[in-house]
């Protein structure tokens, strides 16, 4: 699976992204003051959905306990973002890598609370590794990256903030869906005096067996159409999440946090050329701890120390060479990584404020790979890279400034890239190194709107997965330059209430220019390689609104992203990039009522996107696609009991994902659940 979906993402000509700033607020503080880690800032509280890191305006916050109301999955929930996608394959579970504003994976930022992980063997986060009940909230910032993340990676930023134990109390749910789908989640939380905790863990299992109407490889030609079944479209996950979070003292705080995930499944091809056989598994484990002094001075100074552990393991058995040739294969990788990061306000007062942030961090991976069917270990790629940065967040009457700037250095040793390919076989070393720039700008004269602006300049490193391949239908160039971008936004953001009804809304453009772009090109139906393929322009806008009404919520959003490629390359020259849906419209309603002890809500959702090229010769077209869905939720407060019931794909269309990988049918999905004590689920 693994190999099928990086040459299947293939075609995902990596872009750059954008963004802006915007601090975070809590609790129910005046509604004149923000609370930035470690300070008091006084000033207008930014409109909308507020973010707790000091970074783009462009970002959306989803939080874990409307993600457990209303939806299956993680992936499900940011798919309904504006300017984000989800490339998938197939139902429930299936591996759930995230776009943003065009992006690939790899130029997606994670981050596990405070702590930026460093992914660097190029195996994106997949979102279905992730349990809902272990989600505190989730931010996605589209464009211009925080402070804290210290670089500026060409796609977005995705931060992730798992549950803390406040009170005693557990949960569990267990659901059934179509397909032989089924699901079970526990979650339990505990204080400890000094320190509280919360741990999750969910079983997801799947037949994936659904109907699909198989063009049998012919586009323009319905007399061979089919429908038929999917097979060798199995899946098994096992997930688990632990929280833990305490303080030394009233200045000195530390936490824990561990996310890991087991998969195996079948890996069952494009619907053109499905694999009856073969199988992917892998296991991925992070660990992130962090430590927290503040009031190091009398200014009110702020030292975060974080560190994380990362490891995975994979493998794909191939054996009849479905995917190409007849292989048997594993991929090990482990890394690491430590940062410091010092906050030091320089100015805090009413009429202005300036705080001033840097970052220094290091981190190191090895990829090694392992042919089963010769017991043949091939030799470590290793990669070594130190990073450094300067931010500063500064008001001054209705303004606000964020800027940044740093740059990365970096050590990669690329043992073997592959050994049938003998021109990339070569052991190479390399030393690379990567800088960036960012300015953002705010205007709020008023407390209910704001304007924003910035621009930025970043560089990605090509990862170790794009220098070494993975073992299998993907093969490495350790020759690959750096990728490169440019990007402008404008944005407004406002929100109104006219009694009961209140109204918040933005409007966001964007533009990207980007050169040595890094992207799979085909060698072959199974086998492709990393090649650095010119330079892309890409102009999007987007555009959200909300509304509530007693009971009723209704939310609206479209995105708009054209893109080109500007390579001058002859057959390519003045194409779209593939992968790239120049339009989608969707939206959701949510009405919720409490009667007693009672709380019934029903919602549903539309989402309609416009067709994409999967080739960069826009030769072949993935067709327009409208989904729906719906579901109904009966809750009681006590006991705290709830059953759910959604139906998605509600008109049973055919459809198939970005990379022609159908999706399924029609579904249903029924979920019981129960919670006791603690929090609210």
């Known amino acids: 699976m693994a190999c099928a979906l990086l040459c299947l993402l293939a075609q995902l000509v990596p872009l750059a992204a954008r963004g802006d700033d915007k601090p975070g607020h809590t609790g129910d503080k005046a509604p004149d003051s923000i609370v930035l880690p470690g300070q008091r800032v006084h000033g207008k509280r930014p409109v909308g959905k507020a973010a707790e890191l000091d970074g783009g305006q462009a970002v959306d916050v989803v939080r874990g306990k409307d993600l457990r109301e209303r939806h299956a999955e993680l992936a499900e929930a940011l798919a309904q973002l504006p300017g984000v996608q989800v490339l998938r394959m197939g139902g429930i579970g299936s591996p759930a890598l995230l776009s943003v504003r065009g992006s690939s994976g790899d130029q997606v930022a994670i981050m596990l609370g405070d702590a930026v992980l460093d992914l660097a063997d190029g195996a994106p986060l997949d979102l279905a590794d992730v349990p809902l009940l272990g989600i505190e909230r989730v931010e996605v910032y589209r464009g211009l990256a925080p402070l804290q993340v210290g670089t500026q990676p060409l796609g977005g930023t995705v931060r992730l903030t798992l549950r803390q134990g406040a009170g005693n109390g557990a949960q569990a749910t267990a659901a059934l869906g179509s397909y032989g789908t089924h699901q079970a989640e526990v979650g339990v939380g505990h204080s400890f005096g000094s320190w509280d905790g919360f741990a999750g863990l969910r079983l997801l299992e799947s037949a994936g067996n659904f109907a699909y109407r198989s063009s049998g490889g012919t586009a323009f030609v319905g007399s061979d159409d089919r429908q038929q079944n999917r097979i060798n479209n199995d899946l098994h996950r096992l997930g688990g999440v632990l929280s833990a979070q305490g303080h030394w003292s009233d200045r000195a705080h530390w936490s824990l946090r ?112 392992l042919d089963l069917i010769a017991n043949q270990q091939r030799p470590a790629s290793q990669r070594r890279a130190a990073q450094g940065s300067l931010g500063a967040l500064g008001r001054l009457g209705d303004w606000q400034a964020t800027a940044s700037t740093g740059g990365e250095l970096a050590q990669q040793t690329v043992a073997d890239s592959r050994q049938y390919a003998s021109s990339y076989s070569q052991s190479r070393d390399n030393n690379r190194a990567a800088w960036h720039a960012a300015l953002a700008l705010r205007w709020q004269p008023q407390p209910q709107w704001l304007v924003d602006v910035a621009a930025r300049r970043g560089l990605r490193l090509p990862n170790l997965q794009e220098m070494f391949g993975n073992s299998a239908a993907v093969i490495g160039n350790p020759a690959l330059q750096n990728e490169q971008a440019t990007s402008l936004e404008l944005g407004t953001l406002g929100k109104t209430r006219a009694g009961p009804i209140g109204l918040t809304g933005e409007v966001r453009g964007h533009a990207t220019w980007a050169n040595n772009l890094i992207q799979l090109m085909g060698l072959g139906p199974h086998q492709a390689i990393y090649q650095n393929v010119g330079e892309a322009r890409l102009v999007g806008g987007e555009a959200s609104m909300s509304g509530d009404w007693r009971e009723l919520r209704v939310d609206v959003r479209h995105t708009t992203l054209v893109s080109r490629d500007t390579s001058g390359r002859i057959g390519y020259d003045g194409k779209a990039l593939p992968l790239r849906p120049r339009t989608r419209w969707g939206g959701t309603a949510r009405w919720q009522a409490t009667d007693g002890n009672w709380r019934p809500s029903l919602w549903f959702s539309l989402d309609w996107q416009a067709g994409s090229f999967v080739d960069a010769a826009n030769l072949v077209v993935v067709p327009a696609r409208t989904v729906a869905a719906a579901g109904v939720r009966v809750a009681t407060s006590n006991p705290s009991v709830f059953i759910d019931l959604r139906v998605d794909n509600l008109a049973n269309s055919a459809i198939y994902d970005l990379i022609g990988y159908p999706l399924a049918g029609r579904t249903v999905w029924l979920q019981l659940g129960w919670r006791g004590g603690g929090d609210a689920p």
């Open 258 to 369: 561990w996310l890991g995930s087991g998969l195996e499944q079948g890996a069952p091809g494009a619907a053109v050329f499905p694999a009856l056989h073969t199988r992917f598994a892998q296991n991925r484990q992070v660990l992130v701890g962090t430590a927290t002094f503040d009031d190091l001075d009398a200014r009110g100074s702020q030292l975060l120390l974080t560190t994380h552990a990362v490891g995975r393991w994979s493998e794909v058995t191939d054996t009849l060479g479905e995917l190409g040739f007849p292989w048997h294969a594993s991929q090990q990788m482990t890394g690491g990584g430590a940062a410091a990061q010092l906050r030091l306000p320089v100015v805090n007062d009413e009429a202005a404020t300036l705080t001033g942030l840097g970052r220094l961090s290091g981190v190191a991976t090895q990829v090694q790979g």
